[in-house]
């Protein structure tokens, strides 16, 4: 059984690019979440995926997007990029209706 | 809104002690789960836990729900080295999807 692989492990962005980051889902998950972790804080709900939508929403901004493809791997877009966005941005898998997630290792984002 | 509030942030106490870490919410959570989140990788699901009053067990570890489900705590007994993390409380609701609420997390050191 295959845990959650994210893509990439760290990335450096200039404010106002432009940044896709992947998430392949554990074998089995139909859902996919993403989650923001700045500095010293507990994680932040981003969104949510379940058969190819966003079934639910943080508080975030549009230019956070996001894509989840027939076999459940998903993508997070995050436009126009700002010195805040800097974090760890980690993806957990799990099946609809159970409360077990796994968390990927994440993608560290710096914006300069 | 809902928030959790973790206490302490940070612990350093010595091998062998026993230690408790409080998680405060003011909000009904239908579960609630614990994480442990090493440097460099996504947190990994310790226990849930579900009925108001309940209390887990494991190895050193204890965690307990309050009656209320808007508490909880994690007790661990004789703490080790290897207990060294940062410890994630979360609460699991559900707005459009279900999605986990996490606290600000404890910093927990463990010297030899």
């Known amino acids: 059984e295959t845990g959650v692989t994210q893509s990439p492990t760290h990335l450096i962005k200039t404010r106002g690019q432009q940044v896709t980051l992947r998430c392949s889902s554990q074998?089995?998950?139909?859902?996919v979440s993403w989650y923001q972790q700045a500095l010293g804080q507990g994680p932040q709900f981003i969104f949510q995926?379940?058969?190819?939508?966003?079934?639910g929403r943080g508080n975030f901004p549009p230019r956070f997007s996001g894509l989840q493809f027939p076999n459940y791997s998903s993508e997070l877009n995050v436009n126009a990029l700002e010195l805040d966005d800097s974090a760890l941005y980690l993806c957990?898998?799990?099946?609809?209706?159970?409360?077990?997630?796994?968390f990927g290792s994440g993608t560290r984002l710096t914006v300069v | 809104t809902q928030l959790l509030e973790q206490s302490p942030q940070f612990l350093s106490i010595q091998e062998g002690e026993n230690l408790t870490v409080y998680c405060n919410s003011s909000?009904?959570?239908?579960?609630l789960q614990w994480y442990r989140q090493e440097p460099g990788e996504g947190p990994v699901l310790l226990v849930t836990?579900?009925?108001?009053?309940e209390v887990k067990k494991l190895k050193r570890l204890t965690f307990q729900f309050g009656d209320a489900r808007k508490d909880s705590s994690l007790h661990i007994t004789a703490a080790q080295p290897g207990d060294t993390g940062l410890y994630l409380c979360?609460?699991?609701?559900?707005?459009?999807?279900?999605?986990?609420?996490f606290g600000q997390g404890t910093r927990l050191t463990i010297n030899p």
């Open positions: 074998s089995g998950h139909n859902t």
């Open positions: 909000s009904v959570f239908s579960s």
């Open positions: 979360a609460g699991v609701i559900y707005q459009g999807a279900q999605k986990l609420v």
């Open positions: 957990a898998s799990s099946f609809l209706g159970a409360d077990g997630y796994t």
């Open positions: 836990v579900v009925t108001g009053g």
């Open positions: 995926y379940y058969r190819e939508e966003e079934n």
